[in-house]
């Protein structure tokens, strides 16, 4: 069984007692449910990312600006002189 | 639960409805969750540009679950969701969403309506808050699949903005005159109520059908859970209380914010999912979790063939787990199969055929309906 | 020496392209404060990549410069960090399928030729920038960088020395830069560098504790660093005072010392997997051929070409061909004014002394050609002199004037009038007696003297050489 904590730090959430004591919970249920993965010969197979079978299309290198700064910005919660703003990040 | 978060008090045949998870320039789009509180969409979805350009009307914004996650609760409210209740209840012709776990594909045939789910490829996803980028796909809520269509011609086609489509800029739906032979799971029907069950073979015998199996069905939950948690767990690390959306206060630093405003903005279900995906992608359970799901995919892709049958047919239902029933609604994501559902006497039935081939959908629904 | 330092490096590159790697956002450098960020470079959802041809191209150009391999198909991968200079929580990076393996380059040192080994290049995106205000205690987010293409060149642990880290750094520097693969420019970070040390007793096949020093961006600092953390770790097997942990460390170049950035990254799980999103790309040999025969001329075939064909000292060639900026200029140069030994003289000898003055680098010396060359054959033909001609530079460089309209404006062309050079000779010679003896008393230098006054009557736009001339047989008739 995973250890909750190192997931929560990983995805930056933290559970109350009782969201961990559900959450757990559903862990357990779902990957006791994935066992049922080892039964299935996958040797040679390749990994489907997706069902498309399609080339990447390409953009020309062209510079387009699409939105305003104004635009950008207004989504911001926080913000100071055209800048994002956060508490201070130590490098 | 109600319908609209936004009601645009429009009415008519070409009324759209769209789920909160499809963007619109200048208003204000939550997926239903708190963590995009404030957040205003700078662009239209190629979908809304399509819907204005086709010369439809858009309604209203629809209420949904949280990114429109899987609920593995068993949930004993009976409310159907915002989207399915608008085209229902007369107030919207059409809902576009995005139906991943069936949610929307189960509800629909319970009030009367109708659910497109088009090939994997063919309609933009530009503008909608995503779930899992490989599985995800807007879909259409209509009362008769033949009016469904009709929009779905004017949505689907190549998107520049989208880079994972199929080529072909137009779609043409239709009728068919190929002579229709149904695939039948019978394994898997046999899961389902008497009632549903005797509806399905009352629906069959208009057919000439052949019975089949679904290889890996039993592990179509498993491998969807897997394949949709570690795409949900990327897709929602944006959502990071920095560039838009909710952002908690009293924070003491970067961490702090990170982590209380994703506790605070996210619901459980969005949690667990986020915390679900990190296990499956994290170093020690990769291969036998995430990669091995990835390979099984390809198995189940490449099983199912249509060499024998054009068009599966499935029930909507199986069992009162949501975990158990999600393998009915797996097969058409995790194969990029296009699917209906709708109601035959009274009960759900969903069909999958193969990619593109949409048209063979619409000619069995209008068969069975004649 | 008992001991070797055994290197590897991680090379970022930010690729010259126009637009971002995933999103149409102009790449310029010195933008205002989030000028160039989109709704996709924001990380917003309901967004798609969409991948610039550009950099594919300029990736496979790298490859082929390196003698790598390029694959046939390339995926992109997700990265999953939190971090606020990363817009999306993940950078789109290459895990599974770079696009290019196995190349080499081969450098030069003191002590020799040698193959550098590469294990791949691989296309990724970058992150924003992250400006610390202690003021305000407060961290601020410029994006404008965020999604900017770049390659990340992974050596073998093939480096020994500090001066072979700095070769293979300039040597990638010269083969990116002439390709127009990048400007390589350390000091605007479009070149940084991550090295990985380690140390062992010469003859072991063990390898030691090796940390990583991230994001160095001077071959100065550079080399500083590799010898300080060299040493740091032989005093560490020596005297056993320091426990070696593999760690990621920071160099401090006021200070002069690496220094543990504990907690950062070491432990990080970043949950690679591949983006549904962006589908693979697909490169033919078709293409690879096309790029190929675009390659422009490296800086070892500008050499050969300036000292075979167009006869230039190897010196003067060496400095020209270190710089893909100076070498454009002298190119373009000897299109309007084909002189080349004149033209790479001027460069070298004019162009980069006023450069130096004005705390430029080769790199950043920029000048208007067509009126370079018209300058240089005003002096080549003797329509002006050499000083004149330097100061006129400095006016093209400062206030971009036209040095031929300009010369017929001032009268500054040179005076090449016989009759008035020998009548001012002798001017010059009556008013000044005394210097007359001390020549005759045969003091050479003060035919120098001469020279200066006379060229001061006529303004300074005398012909020396006339001057010269006349004066020399002036006095011998004395």
């Keep these: ?91 | 639960m109600g319908i609209f978060i936004e009601d645009y008090n429009v009415s008519g045949a070409d009324t759209v409805a769209l789920e909160d998870s499809i963007m619109q320039k200048g208003k204000q789009v939550t997926a239903g969750s708190k963590i995009l509180d404030n957040f205003v969409s700078p662009f239209n979805a190629t979908v809304v540009d399509r819907l204005l350009d086709g010369g439809f009307k858009i309604s209203g914004r629809t209420v949904m679950d949280e990114f429109g996650l899987l609920k593995l609760s068993h949930d004993d409210n009976n409310t159907p969701s915002g989207a399915v209740r608008a085209v229902s209840e007369g107030i919207s012709a059409y809902a576009l969403c995005n139906d991943l776990f069936g949610r929307y594909r189960e509800e629909a045939p319970q009030y009367d309506c109708c659910y497109i789910h088009p090939t994997y490829g063919t309609v933009s996803r530009y503008g909608l808050i995503p779930l899992a980028s490989s599985l995800d796909q807007i879909g259409i809520v209509c009362r008769d699949l033949s009016q469904g269509f009709g929009l779905l011609s004017h949505l689907a086609g190549k998107d520049p903005k989208d880079g994972a489509m199929f080529p072909d800029s137009k779609y043409c739906y239709g009728k068919t005159d190929e002579k229709i032979t149904l695939g039948i799971p019978r394994s898997v029907i046999e899961k389902a109520d008497a009632d549903t069950r005797e509806s399905i073979m009352d629906f069959i015998n208009k057919f000439s059908s052949t019975d089949i199996d679904l290889e890996y069905f039993d592990l179509y939950s498993q491998v969807m859970y897997i394949l949709s948690s570690a795409e949900i767990s990327n897709n929602l690390s944006r959502y990071d209380g920095i560039k838009f959306g909710y952002r908690a206060s009293g924070y003491t630093d970067i961490d702090d914010l990170y982590t209380k405003t994703r506790s605070e903005g996210f619901g459980l279900d969005a949690k667990l999912t986020a915390i679900m995906g990190a296990v499956v992608l994290s170093k020690d359970h990769y291969g036998p979790y995430y990669e091995k799901a990835m390979k099984i995919r390809r198995l189940i892709k490449e099983s199912i063939n249509f060499d024998t049958y054009d068009v599966i047919v499935l029930p909507c239902k199986i069992s009162d787990d949501p975990y158990e029933n999600l393998a009915l609604y797996s097969l058409a994501p995790l194969a990029g199969l296009p699917s209906v559902s709708f109601s035959y006497k009274g009960y759900g039935i969903q069909l999958v055929a193969g990619v593109k081939k949409e048209n063979l959908l619409l000619s069995t629904w209008e068969v069975s309906m004649a | 020496m008992k001991y070797e330092t055994i290197m590897g490096l991680e090379v970022h590159v930010e690729l010259a392209t126009k637009s971002k790697l995933f999103c149409a956002c102009s790449t310029e450098f010195g933008s205002d404060v989030n000028e160039n960020v989109c709704p996709v470079c924001a990380g917003m959802p309901g967004t798609s990549p969409m991948v610039n041809r550009k950099a594919i191209e300029l990736a496979i150009t790298a490859g082929l410069l390196t003698n790598s391999e390029i694959s046939p198909r390339i995926t992109f991968d997700k990265k999953n960090y939190f971090y606020p200079d990363l817009p999306a929580g993940y950078q789109l990076t290459q895990l599974f399928a770079p696009i290019c393996k196995n190349g080499w380059v081969e450098i030069e040192t003191d002590a020799g030729k040698k193959k550098i080994n590469l294990v791949q290049i691989h296309l990724e995106e970058d992150a924003g920038k992250l400006i610390h205000d202690d003021w305000m205690d407060t961290t601020l987010i410029d994006f404008n960088r965020a999604s900017v293409p770049l390659i990340e060149i992974v050596t073998r642990p093939d480096f020994r020395s500090a001066e072979e880290v700095v070769a293979f750094l300039e040597k990638l520097r010269s083969l990116l830069s002439f390709a127009d693969v990048s400007d390589c420019k350390m000091q605007e970070g479009s070149m940084r560098c991550d090295i990985n040390l380690s140390v062992r007793e010469k003859g072991s096949d063990k390898l030691g504790t090796r940390t990583e020093i991230k994001n160095m961006n001077s071959l100065k600092a550079i080399a500083a660093a590799i010898s300080y953390e060299s040493q740091r770790h032989i005093d560490a097997l020596e005297t056993g005072e320091e426990v070696l942990v593999q760690e990621t460390r920071r160099w401090d170049d006021s200070i002069g010392a690496t220094f543990s950035m504990r907690g950062k990254e070491d432990a990080t799980d970043y949950r690679y997997c591949p983006d549904p999103d962006i589908m693979p790309v697909f490169i033919d040999d078709e293409w690879i051929d096309a790029v190929r025969s675009n390659l422009p001329e490296t800086a070892q075939d500008k050499f050969i070409r300036l000292t075979q064909k167009l006869g230039l000292p190897e010196y003067d060639s060496e400095i020209i061909t270190r710089s893909k900026n100076l070498s454009n200029i002298f190119d373009e140069t000897l299109q309007y004014y084909n002189n080349p030994k004149e033209v790479a003289n001027w460069i070298i000898v004019e162009l980069l002394s006023i450069a130096k003055g004005d705390n430029k680098g080769e790199d950043d010396v920029r000048i208007d050609c067509q009126k370079f060359a018209k300058l240089i054959e005003l002096v080549d033909g003797r329509t002006i002199n050499r000083n004149v001609g330097k100061k006129i530079l400095s006016l093209i460089l400062e206030e971009g004037i036209d040095p031929v309209e300009y010369v017929e404006k001032n009268k500054l062309g040179m005076i090449n009038d016989t009759s008035l050079i020998s009548s001012t000779i002798q001017e010059v010679l009556s008013e000044n007696p005394k210097a007359l003896e001390e020549y005759k008393a045969g003091s050479k230098k003060v035919h120098g003297f001469f020279v200066g006054q006379i060229m001061r009557k006529l303004g300074g736009k005398a012909n020396p050489q006339i001057i010269n001339k006349l004066l020399t047989e002036a006095l011998k008739e004395i």
């Design chain 1, 1 to 91: 069984m995973p250890n909750i904590e190192d997931y929560e730090a990983m995805t930056k959430i933290s559970l109350s007692e009782d969201e961990k004591t559900i959450v757990s919970g559903y862990m357990n249920m779902l990957l006791d449910s994935f066992k049922k993965l080892e039964d299935t010969d996958v040797s040679g197979v390749v990994p489907l990312i997706s069902v498309l079978d399609v080339k990447s299309p390409m953009r020309d290198d062209v510079a387009i600006k699409t939105i305003s700064r104004e635009e950008l910005l207004s989504n911001a919660p926080e913000q100071h002189d055209a800048y994002f703003q956060v508490p201070r990040t130590v490098d």
